[in-house]
Each structure stands twice: as C-alpha cells, then as structure tokens.
C-alpha cells in the first residue's frame, strides 16, 4: 500500500461518537491478556472500556490519533502533555500492519502534534517483554531512563 492511503485522524474521549467507535476497535484489539499487558500493564483482563478512560484520559492535555486506511483504523497513539514534557502511551498497530513503518509514522505525528503544544522532551513506558517497541523506541532517539519494577522500562528523548 503506498503511504497516500493512510490518514491521521485526531479523536476526543468527550465526543460520544468518538468514544463509541473507539471502544468497539479496542474491544476487538485486546482481546488478549498479553496484548493488553504491552499496551498498557495497569488494565486487567478482560479489557474495561470505562476503566481505560478512567485511568488515562481523564485528563483535557491528551491528544489521541488514529491511523487510518478508508474507515479502518489501523493503530492508535495518545500523548498528555504536563509543563513542557509529552508523555506518550498506548501506541497499538494491528498486527495485520505491523513492519510497514507505521508506529514510526505515528510516533512522529504525535511528537509533531506535542511540539506545536510546546513540548521538548518527549517521554513513555513499555514494557520489558516488548522488544520490537524498545527497538522501535531506541531507533527514534529514545534512551532507557530507569524501570518501574517489573512493569515497565522508562524512556525519554529531547528534541
């Protein structure tokens, strides 16, 4: 597929359509205990919808994107910005696209997104047995900050 068939879209948690759509693609996604664990170590399973939201977009700083062929979204990313530092979360590919460069392609969107909102430094978690995102991570100038037990390994990066 050439890159003219992939779209970014930006969603909002507070528009009812938007929740409504989003839930039913991640409902499909983490249908998988380990899965889920990757993306984010905090959700039990089987996946809480309301509990995603509770625990992480609660907060008006967060910026979500899609990544989109036609109507089908294809992946997902999310960056809360607090002071001038984008902390970025639950970058998810369906496994049906990966290898195609699109988690760099959303990485970069976001970044993009948090330095207009005055971000320098762009920081995120994931977890230790996750080694394609640490490679994905490392390749685009994140370094290894510190670990939270056995959760997740910290990485930041300054632009």
């Keep these: 597929m050439s890159a003219q ?3 970014l879209e930006e969603i909002s948690y507070s528009r009812k359509e938007d929740r409504r759509i989003i839930e039913a693609v ?30 992480s977009y609660s907060n008006s700083n967060t ?3 899609l990544l989109k062929i036609g109507d089908w979204i294809i992946g997902y990313i999310s960056l809360v910005k607090i002071e001038n ?3 970025l979360f639950h970058l998810y590919i369906d496994p049906s696209n990966r290898g195609n460069g699109l988690g760099k392609k ?11 909102l005055g971000c320098d430094t762009f920081s995120l978690n994931v977890a230790p047995k996750n080694e394609n995102a640490i ?3 490392k390749c685009l100038g994140y ?15 300054s632009v």
């Design 5 to 7: 068939e992939y779209t």
């Design 26 to 55: 991640l409902k499909s996604w983490f249908k998988d205990p380990k899965t889920l664990n990757f993306v984010d170590p905090r959700m039990t399973f089987p996946f809480k919808f309301k509990k995603w939201v509770n625990l």
């Design 63 to 65: 910026s979500t994107l």
């Design 85 to 87: 530092i984008g902390h």
């Design 106 to 116: 959303l990485i970069h969107a976001i970044e993009d997104r948090g330095m207009n």
């Design 135 to 137: 490679e994905l991570y």
């Design 143 to 157: 370094k290894k900050t510190g670990q939270s037990g056995n959760l997740s390994i910290k990485m930041q990066k």
